[in-house]
Every structure is written in structure tokens, then in C-alpha cells.
């Protein structure tokens, strides 16, 4: 992420057509005469193009949850858990939004240890209108503090797809609310708060690869391993009910994504325009990708794969998308698209595990894979200086980058591990197999789709 600011009369004068160039000059002659600086008032502007800009990438990325994520998951499981599977997502988006403002975005986003932030911003105190950004301050607090929001939204109920089927919903509640706390927030501020620990070992992570999709990936694989697998897993039929549903939310996932990685420039710039144009580029590459594979083995190019394959590539470029050109982001794309084929394939079976709904085959494995190839397709002409990888000329990028991705990994597993067990002591994870086999719908909220 970024961060830029100006006074008013740069601003005019870059930003005004032609023939009002003359408009900045005059405001700086007019400050001259005055005895003062050529600007019109000290300290941060705010500036409404930025602000906008962050505001509508605060949507699409809520939009990525509530609809798309409910969609597109609810259309991929059996049609007795259509409703229970697109209310977790639902139910995550509330729960998330007030922890987030009581204490997630103080510990996340505030100045603390290299390892967690303070509580200057507990329960959003101090919070005011006027208060500008911690990345840019170019805008106000409010929206950068909404904006990250979303991004934790998103990552908990990412997760979910790999219990689907199986899990109680007050567990549910109980793991969201210790997992948010213990594994996401720490890792958001180790890689994006101030002095976080892996942001100064130069990890690169511009919009996620590490802190959502690593997270949510293999706190998913865990999650499926302590659970187990759904009753009839591998003997039964267990085919998605409903794929438009899958299809309709897999393209709202796309377009929110927008706001995902063009909106972590934080501000509207040309970075923006670049995380934009590579995040297009490498979901294109990754859906092709993952369809041709998919075809020449199995004789016919499913919409299921189609869509996987564009997630795959979204999720990997994620992490790249403000450090690579468009050559770059076809490649990662590309490579996207046939390693997470195999991991939501090949790997699923060889390990046996139930990945429902393949979150660690598709954000787990793509998240470690963009992580990665960031550290090769970086350029400085992109990022910046100090900025860049493999083919820039640094190779070391690569060693960085695996470190992050070992950390994230190892923390992620331990404590996933530990806060399900701790929940399984408490309140017990999976419904009973009479409640599974009637279906999370009418057992859990007694209610069903006709």
C-alpha cells in the first residue's frame, strides 16, 4: 500500500485542464504576497477523488462477501445446505463488523510491537470526522478503517467452505470470534500495520496473498482435517444443486476484486490503474488455464472448472498485483490455473482430506503460489525502488517471499488447531449425523428452499 499527499494548489495545478493551469499559479503568488507558503493551508488535504475511489472499493469488496462468497458456495453444496452454507457468510459479515470496531482494527492498524497493534483505536475512540488515513492522507480514517473491514470480512468466511456440510453454528460463531482475533489481526499487522515484523523483513503482499488467502487456506485445511470428512464423503453423490448460483457469485467475486487489489493502492493513481489492468489479466489466464487442463483430461470443460480457475487466478495475483507489469500477472496466471487444478484435485485425494468446497485447494495453494512468484515477476518500474524480484535482478525477493509464507503457515496451523479444539471442548464442532443427513437447513435454522 501507499501513501501520497500535496497541498491544494499542486493539486489544481496537476490536476486542472489546460487552461486553468493558470489557477495553481495564482494561488501560489497569492500565498507569496501574503508572506506565507505556497500552499493554501497547512498539514493534510483530504482529496475527493482518492476518497471516492476508496469508498467504491469498499463496496465491491463487501460485495465479494455478501453476495458473491454466499453465492457461490451456497451453489456448490448439496441443496439441503444451500441456505445454512450462504448464512455463514451472512452471519460472519455481521459478527466480523463489530469486532472489527471494537477492537480489530485498533490491534490490526495502530501503533503497538512489531507483532500487534495498541488500543488507541478500541471501540473507535478518537475516531473523528476530520482524521485522515494511516496509509494516505489523502483520506479520511473512517473509510481506510471500512475498507480493511471488508478484507476481514471476507477472510474468516472464506474458510467456511471447507467445513460445509458439518459444522454446528454456534461453533461456528465461537471459532469466527477467537480465529479474527488470534490468527488475523496479528498477521494483518505484521504485514501492513505499522512496524509489523514481516513488512520489514520486505515481505511484499500488496492486497492479501499472506493475510487472506494463505490465512484462510490453511486454517481451512486444518479445519477439515480436526472435523472430518461429510458423512458419505467419496461413497455418495455430492455434486453442486445449483451451479448458475455458483456461476452468478463467482463473477461478482471477480468484479469485487477490483476493489480488492486496485483499491489497496489506497489511493486513485496509476497504480490503481495497474493493479486493476493485471488483476483482469491474470483471472483470464488462470480460468483458460485451468479449463483447457480440465478438458484435455477429462474430455469436456466444466463451468465448475471455469470458475475455479478464475478464483485461482484472482487469489494469486492478489498478492503481485501492485508489484508486476502485464506480462507478469499472465504468467502468474497461467501457473495459477494448473496449480490449483492439482491441488483441488490431485493433493485432495492423495491426502484424503474433505475440502468441501476446495478452500485450501484454490486459496491455500494460490495464495503460496502468488506469494511466491511475486518474489519472481516484481519489477521496481511497478513498486518502486526496493521493490522488485527474480526477473528485476533480485533473487533474494524469492527467499523473503518463502519466509513470509512459512510464517503465515506455521502460525495459521498452530493456532487453528488450537482454538478448534478449544471449541470442541466447549460447545462441540459437528452437528449429529441425524442433523447432517436432514440437512444444516431445517436442523440448524428450520427453514428449506422448494
Not at 488500543?119 to 473512517?142: H, Y
Request: with cysteine; proline share 4%; net charge neutral.
Amino acid at each position: 500500500m501507499v501513501s501520497i499527499g500535496s497541498g491544494i494548489a499542486g493539486r489544481v495545478s496537476s490536476r486542472a485542464p489546460g487552461g486553468l493551469g493558470w489557477l495553481g499559479g495564482a494561488l501560489a503568488l497569492a500565498a507569496m504576497v501574503a508572506g506565507g507558503p505556497a500552499h493554501a493551508a497547512d498539514g493534510p488535504v483530504l482529496n475527493s477523488g482518492d476518497t471516492a475511489w476508496l469508498l467504491t472499493s469498499t463496496v465491491l469488496v463487501l460485495m465479494m462477501t455478501i453476495p458473491g462468497l454466499a453465492l457461490f458456495y451456497a451453489g456448490m453444496v448439496r441443496r439441503k445446505n444451500m441456505l445454512a452454507t450462504g448464512t455463514q457468510s451472512f452471519a460472519i459479515c455481521a459478527l466480523v463488523t463489530v469486532l472489527w470496531m471494537v477492537v480489530g482494527y485498533s490491534l490490526a492498524f495502530t501503533e503497538g510491537s512489531p507483532y500487534l497493534g495498541g488500543l488507541g483505536r478500541a471501540f473507535l475512540m478518537g475516531m473523528e470526522k476530520g482524521n485522515v488515513g494511516p496509509i494516505a492522507a489523502t483520506i479520511p480514517e473512517s473509510v481506510f478503517m471500512m475498507f480493511q473491514m471488508t478484507f476481514a470480512i471476507i477472510t474468516p468466511a472464506l474458510i467456511t467452505g471447507a467445513f460445509a456440510d458439518r459444522l454446528k453454528f454456534s461453533s461456528l460463531l465461537a471459532f469466527m470470534t477467537l480465529w479474527l482475533l488470534v490468527v488475523y489481526v496479528p498477521v494483518a499487522h505484521w504485514v501492513w500495520g505499522p512496524g509489523g515484523f514481516l513488512s520489514a523483513a520486505g515481505v511484499l503482499d500488496f492486497a492479501g496473498g499472506t493475510v487472506v488467502h494463505i490465512n484462510a487456506g490453511v486454517a481451512g485445511l486444518v479445519a477439515a482435517y480436526v472435523i472430518g470428512p461429510r458423512k458419505g464423503y467419496g461413497t455418495e453423490n455430492m455434486a453442486p444443486h445449483n451451479l448458475m448460483y455458483s456461476l452468478i457469485g463467482a463473477s461478482l467475486l471477480w468484479v469485487g476484486w477490483f476493489g480488492f487489489n486496485a483499491g489497496s493502492a489506497v489511493v486513485a493513481d496509476g497504480l490503481a490503474g495497474m493493479a486493476m489492468a493485471v488483476t483482469q489479466i491474470a483471472a483470464a489466464a488462470a480460468a483458460l488455464s485451468w479449463m483447457f487442463i480440465e478438458w484435455a483430461l477429462r474430455g469436456k470443460p466444466s463451468v465448475l472448472g471455469i470458475v475455479s480457475g478464475a478464483v485461482a487466478g484472482l487469489v494469486a495475483i492478489t498478492p503481485a498485483s501492485g508489484f508486476v507489469n502485464p506480462s507478469g500477472a499472465l504468467a502468474i496466471g497461467l501457473i495459477a490455473g494448473a496449480v490449483c487444478f492439482w491441488g483441488a484435485t490431485w493433493l485432495k485425494k492423495t491426502l484424503g482430506y474433505d475440502d468441501s468446497l476446495d478452500a485450501f485447494g484454490v486459496h491455500g495453494v494460490g495464495g503460496i503460489a502468488g506469494a511466491l512468484l511475486t518474489g519472481v515477476f516484481a519489477v521496481s518500474s511497478v513498486g518502486g525502488e526496493g521493490k522488485s524480484g527474480l526477473i528485476d535482478g533480485n533473487a533474494a525477493q524469492i527467499g523473503t517471499q518463502a519466509y513470509g509464507v512459512v510464517i503465515t503457515i506455521v502460525y495459521c496451523a498452530i493456532a487453528t488447531f488450537i482454538l478448534l479444539k478449544l471449541v470442541q471442548l466447549v460447545f462441540g464442532l459437528r452437528v449429529t449425523p441425524e442433523e447432517e443427513r436432514e440437512g444444516l437447513d431445517i436442523s440448524l435454522h428450520g427453514e428449506t428452499v422448494h
